[in-house]
C-alpha cells in the first residue's frame, strides 16, 4: 500500500515524506534561501525602534504587580508566549536596543520558510517550484508589517506552532507520544495570537483527512478546551475593548472581506495587484475541481486553504472598524504561509500536465518531456520576478517604518524630558490616550513616560531634540486632545484645505435657510454675502446636504462639504487651522451629522504636512464623533496648526473659528 493511505482508524500509516534523495543543488538553494531571508530583513530592520502595541507589553504587562494580568487578553489575542518573551529580554536589556526583541522574530520567520518548503515536499511538489516559493515566502514584501515590528511575534509564532504540529503528527515515533506533543504545539499556538486557531483548523482537517476524527478529537480536544476556557474567563474582555460588534451588518462584511482580502494578498504577493482576482479564481477553481484529491491525498493542503479562510473571517469580526476591504500588510503573511502548499501543488500539477501532453500522430510537436524541461524554469522564473517585486516592496515599507518610528523615538525622548515638570504632568494628565501615544507609541501615558525617564530607560535628549521647535512640536504632541467641553475661549482660523467646498452657516441657528439652487439641488446658506470658496477660486459646485441632518452648532459655523467634482475622494479631506491672533489656546466645535463617524485630529509641525493626501498623511488622533452628536477638539500650545482630516465623502460642520483672511469669511 502506498505511503499515507489509511485503512482504518485502528491502524497506525506512515504519512508522505519528503523525498529521500533531493538534488545537492536544491538543498544548497534552499540553504542560501535562509540565509537570505535573515539577512535582508535583519539589514532592513537594523534602525527600528519600538513601536505601537510592543508599549503594552514593555508597560503593562509582567508576573508580579503588573497593570494587567498575564491572562489578561491583548486586543481579541491570547498572547501569554509572546508576553512571556517579551518580559524575559525586558529583565535582561531594558529598552537599550531594539535588536534582543527583533532577532527571535526573523528566526521565527525563516523556521516558518523553512516548515513551507518542507510542507511543499511533503506534498509531492516539484522541488525547484517549491525552493523558489520559499523565496518568495521569505522576502515577502507584501507581508512587510510582519517582518519590521518585532511584536508580530505573536502572529510569526501561531503559525510556526502550528506548522510544527502538522510535522509531528505526521512524523515517526510511537502515536501517543506524536499525538501528545502535537497537542502541546497546538496550545501553544493559541497562546500566541489568535492565528492559532486557524492553525489548529489546518491541523484539524489533515488529521481528519489521514486519520479520521477520533485522532483529530485527541489531539485537539485539551487546547481547544483550555482556549474556550480562557475566553469564557477572561478573552471575551478583549471583545468589548477593542469595540468589535457582531452585528447582522458585520457578518455580511465576511464574504467580501475574505474574497477581498484573499486576491488583495494574491496580487500583492505575485507583484502584480491587478491580478489578484483571477489569481484567487484560479485557486479556488484547481481546488474545487480537485477536492475529493485534497482531501484524500493532500489533506494539509485543504487544512491550509481552510486555515487561510477562517484567518480572513476571524479578522473580518474582530476587526469590523477597518472596513470590508482593507487589506493590511500583516494579514498577507499569514495568508501567503498558509497558501503557499496549495500554490506549489497547483502549479506542480502544471508540469505534470506538460508531461503528460502526447503530440499528435504525424506530428513533429514536442513530447511531455520537452515540455516538462520548458514549463518548470518558466515557473521558477515567474516566481523570481515576483520575489523581486517583493523585495522592493519591502525596501519601501522598512524605510517608512524606520522613518516613522524614528520620528517618534525622538518625540518621546522629548516629551519624556519635558514632563519632568510637574506643572506639564499635571496638564497633560487628561490628554490621553492619543494616537502619537496611544496607537503609534502605544499606552504611553504621561505618568508612564515621566517614569521610564527618571529610571534611566530611555535615552536622554540631545542638543539637537531640545531646539524651541522640538519642544514646541511635543508640547502640542501631549496637548492635543478631544473633550466634550470646551477647554479654552481662543478661536480658530481656517488657512487651507485640500478636497473640500465650503457653505456658510449663519450664527442665528434657530432655523436654517434652504435654497434651492437653479439645478435643483439645495444648499445650506446664512448670510446673503457670502461667496464660498476653494483655493481661491469661486465654487462652482454645490453639495446638497439634508437640513434636519445636522444637531444645532454655536457661534460662527460652516459646512466643510467633500469637493467631489473637483477631487476623486479615496482619500480624506483636511482642513488647515491656526490659532486667531493673541490665542493661547483653542476649542472647534465638529458636527458629522447623523451618521456619525471618526475625524483625524493631528498637528502640522510635528509631522511637517497640512494633511495632504498619500505618504505624507500621517497618523494623528483619531476622535470619535457620536452618532448625530458633537466633539470639542481642544489644542493648548500656541504656534502650530491643527488639520482636520474628515473621512472620505462626509460633510463636516465646524464651528468656532474667527473671520479670517482664509477659505472661511
Not at 501567503?336 to 506538460?354: G, Y
Not at 518625540?411 to 496607537?439: C, E, F, H, M
Not at 459646485?541 to 477631487?567: K, M, N, Q, T, Y
Request: glycine fraction near 10%.
Amino acid at each position: 500500500m502506498a505511503p499515507g493511505a489509511v485503512l482504518s482508524e485502528d491502524r497506525v500509516e506512515t504519512a508522505p515524506q519528503p523525498p529521500g534523495r533531493l538534488p545537492r543543488t536544491v538543498v544548497l538553494a534552499h540553504a542560501a534561501t535562509l540565509v537570505v531571508t535573515f539577512s535582508m530583513w535583519a539589514y532592513l530592520d537594523r534602525n527600528l525602534w519600538f513601536f505601537g502595541d510592543e508599549w503594552d507589553f514593555l508597560t503593562r504587562r509582567g508576573l508580579h504587580g503588573a497593570y494587567f494580568s498575564l491572562w489578561a487578553p491583548h486586543n481579541e489575542h491570547w498572547s501569554v508566549l509572546p508576553i512571556l518573551l517579551w518580559r524575559a529580554i525586558y529583565s535582561l536589556e531594558h529598552l537599550s536596543s531594539y535588536w534582543p526583541y527583533l532577532v527571535p522574530l526573523l528566526l521565527a520567520h525563516v523556521a516558518v520558510v523553512h516548515l513551507v518548503w518542507r510542507r511543499c515536499l511533503r506534498e509531492g511538489a516539484d522541488p525547484w517550484v517549491a525552493t523558489a516559493l520559499a523565496l518568495l515566502l521569505g522576502l515577502l514584501g507584501a507581508g512587510a508589517e510582519d517582518l519590521v515590528w518585532a511584536f508580530q511575534i505573536g502572529f510569526v509564532s501561531s503559525l510556526l506552532f502550528g506548522l510544527l504540529a502538522m510535522e509531528v503528527v505526521e512524523g515517526t515515533g510511537r502515536p501517543v507520544a506524536r499525538d501528545a506533543a502535537a497537542a502541546c504545539l497546538a496550545l501553544a499556538a493559541l497562546m500566541c495570537s489568535t492565528v492559532g486557531v486557524a492553525s489548529c483548523v489546518a491541523l484539524a482537517v489533515l488529521l481528519l483527512g489521514r486519520w479520521g476524527w477520533r485522532r483529530a478529537v485527541t489531539v485537539l480536544a485539551v487546547p481547544l478546551s483550555a482556549y474556550a476556557l480562557w475566553f469564557a474567563l477572561a478573552g471575551h474582555s478583549g471583545l468589548k475593548a477593542t469595540g468589535d460588534s457582531f452585528g447582522v451588518p458585520v457578518f455580511l462584511t465576511v464574504p467580501v472581506f475574505v474574497a477581498s482580502n484573499l486576491a488583495n494578498d494574491l496580487g500583492h504577493a505575485a507583484s502584480w495587484p491587478n491580478a489578484g482576482p483571477f489569481l484567487a479564481a484560479a485557486v479556488i477553481a484547481w481546488g474545487l475541481w480537485g477536492r475529493r484529491r485534497l482531501f484524500a491525498r493532500h489533506p494539509a493542503v485543504l487544512g491550509g486553504a481552510c486555515a487561510a479562510v477562517v484567518f480572513y473571517a476571524l479578522a473580518a469580526t474582530g476587526r469590523d472598524r477597518i472596513g470590508p476591504t482593507i487589506s493590511p500588510s500583516r494579514y498577507a503573511y499569514v495568508g501567503a504561509v498558509f497558501l503557499l502548499p496549495a500554490l506549489a501543488l497547483m502549479l506542480t500539477d502544471v508540469r505534470d500536465m506538460a508531461a503528460r501532453w502526447r503530440p499528435a500522430r504525424g506530428s513533429t510537436g514536442p513530447r511531455g518531456s520537452q515540455w516538462t524541461m520548458a514549463v518548470v524554469p518558466v515557473m521558477v522564473l515567474l516566481v523570481a520576478a515576483a520575489t523581486a517585486g517583493n523585495v522592493i516592496a519591502g525596501v519601501r515599507f522598512a524605510r517608512s517604518r524606520t522613518d516613522y518610528v524614528r520620528g517618534l523615538e525622538d518625540q518621546i525622548i522629548t516629551s519624556a524630558a519635558l514632563l519632568q515638570s510637574a506643572d506639564q504632568v499635571k496638564r497633560a494628565l487628561n490628554r490621553y490616550p492619543i494616537w502619537a501615544s496611544g496607537a503609534a507609541s502605544g499606552y504611553l501615558t504621561p505618568y508612564l513616560l515621566a517614569r521610564l525617564y527618571r529610571e534611566r530607560l530611555l535615552p536622554r535628549p540631545g542638543a539637537a531634540l531640545m531646539t524651541p521647535t522640538e519642544v514646541l512640536n511635543d508640547l502640542s504632541w501631549l496637548d492635543l486632545t478631544g473633550s466634550s467641553h470646551p477647554s479654552g475661549r481662543g478661536r480658530f482660523q481656517v488657512l487651507s484645505s485640500v478636497g473640500v467646498t465650503w457653505s456658510r452657516v449663519g450664527p442665528a441657528l434657530g432655523r436654517r435657510q434652504r435654497e434651492v439652487l437653479p439645478s435643483g439641488r439645495a444648499d445650506l446658506l446664512g448670510a446673503r454675502d457670502f461667496d464660498p470658496v476653494i483655493d481661491g477660486a469661486a465654487m462652482d459646485e454645490r453639495r446638497s446636504v439634508p437640513l434636519d441632518a445636522w444637531p444645532r452648532g454655536p457661534g460662527a459655523c460652516a459646512l466643510a462639504l467633500p469637493a467631489e467634482a473637483h477631487f476623486p475622494l479615496t482619500f480624506p479631506a483636511s482642513v488647515r487651522l491656526g490659532f486667531a491672533a493673541g490665542a493661547r489656546a483653542g476649542s472647534l466645535w465638529v458636527s458629522l451629522g447623523k451618521a456619525g463617524g471618526k475625524v483625524l485630529a493631528l498637528l502640522a509641525r510635528p509631522w511637517g504636512t497640512e494633511g495632504l493626501p498619500g505618504s505624507a498623511a500621517v497618523q494623528g488622533q483619531a476622535l470619535t464623533v457620536p452618532a448625530g452628536g458633537h466633539l470639542w477638539v481642544n489644542d493648548f500650545a500656541p504656534g502650530d496648526d491643527l488639520v482636520l482630516q474628515l473621512p472620505p465623502g462626509r460633510s463636516a460642520e465646524v464651528c468656532g473659528f474667527s473671520p479670517a483672511n482664509g477659505n472661511v469669511a
